[in-house]
């Protein structure tokens, strides 16, 4: 089994490309996740977050172009891929990346100070249930980041 679900930052915003197939134009984006390690007492190299080469193709690059950018927390799942290529130097350059199968906000817009995030909103409906098990709108102007429910429809909630 090859699955992976992560949560970070973007170190910077999508590189976002867009390559002619058959069927149109596809977008693809590539986009690094900044993700903290769990800190021992032991590790001294004083690094403290891992850099993960993460690709989105289609809808899902498409989503990373409009939404994210440079320090927008996400959770992420998907695929470890590797592979090769010879560069101008005749030098085999070996890569390991995630490509993306779900991506949505891992915090609130509120939360991210100004980030540049549209967080309340997961893949915009291009994941397939994620993490927020579906569409998620965004809160009504609430300033807790919760939508108002309007007085008098208690008999209509399905639960008490």
Do not use: W
């Amino acid at each position: 089994m090859n699955k992976v679900i992560l949560m970070g930052r973007l170190t910077r915003d999508p590189d976002v490309r867009y390559n002619q197939n058959a069927d149109g134009s596809m977008a693809i984006a590539r986009y690094t996740l900044a993700v903290d390690r769990r800190q021992s007492r032991s590790n001294s190299d004083g690094q403290t977050a891992d850099f993960i080469n993460c690709v989105a193709f289609g809808r899902s690059g498409e989503f990373a172009e409009r939404y994210l950018h440079k320090g927008t927390k996400i959770a992420i799942t998907g695929r470890i891929q590797t592979g090769s290529y010879t560069n101008k130097d005749g030098v085999k350059v070996y890569t390991t990346e995630v490509v993306v199968e779900e991506q949505e906000f891992a915090e609130s817009k509120n939360a991210q100070g100004g980030n540049g995030g549209e967080g309340g909103y997961n893949n915009g409906g291009y994941n397939n249930g994620g993490f927020g098990g579906g569409n998620q709108m965004p809160a009504s102007g609430a300033a807790d980041g919760f939508m108002n429910i309007p007085d008098g429809i208690e008999e209509e909630l399905p639960f008490n």
